[in-house]
C-alpha cells in the first residue's frame, strides 16, 4: 500500500492501538458484534463510523457514545432505527436531544 499510495503504511498490533495513538478513526467494517470500547476513548477523539448499516451491524460499544461531547449523524430519524445510534438510543445511554443532524431538508 505504502507504494500505490505514496504515504507511510503502518500495521497496527490491535484495534486498541490504533484508536488510542489516533485523532481520527473511520470505522467502515460489516461487523454484528461491536470491537470499539469506550476505554480506549481520548480526548480529542474523532470517530466516524460508517459501516453499520443495517440493525444487526454495530461497530462501537454504545457506551462510547455515552462518553462523547459530540454526536452527530446524517439523519436522526434514520439514524435511531438503524446504524449505530439505535444500540445506544435503545440502551438510554444517549437521548436523542443530544444528536446533531448534518442533513439538511431539502426546500419546500
Known amino acids: ?3 500505490e499510495l505514496g504515504v507511510d503504511v503502518v500495521v497496527a498490533a490491535t484495534a486498541e492501538s490504533v484508536v488510542r ?3 481520527v478513526v473511520v470505522c467502515t467494517t460489516p461487523a ?5 470500547q ?3 476513548l481520548h ?4 470517530i466516524t463510523s460508517m459501516g453499520s448499516d443495517i440493525p444487526a451491524k454495530q461497530e462501537l460499544f454504545a457506551e462510547c457514545f ?3 461531547d459530540r454526536v452527530a449523524c446524517d439523519r436522526v430519524s434514520q439514524c435511531v432505527v438503524i446504524g449505530e445510534l439505535h444500540h445506544v438510543v435503545d440502551a438510554r445511554l444517549l437521548d436523542e436531544s443530544r444528536i446533531d443532524e448534518l442533513a439538511r431538508s431539502p426546500p419546500a
Open 21 to 23: 495513538e489516533s485523532d
Open 1 to 3: 500500500m505504502e507504494a
Open 43 to 46: 480526548p480529542g477523539l474523532h
Open 32 to 36: 454484528r458484534e461491536p470491537y470499539l
Open 66 to 68: 455515552a462518553r462523547a
Open 38 to 40: 469506550a476505554q480506549w
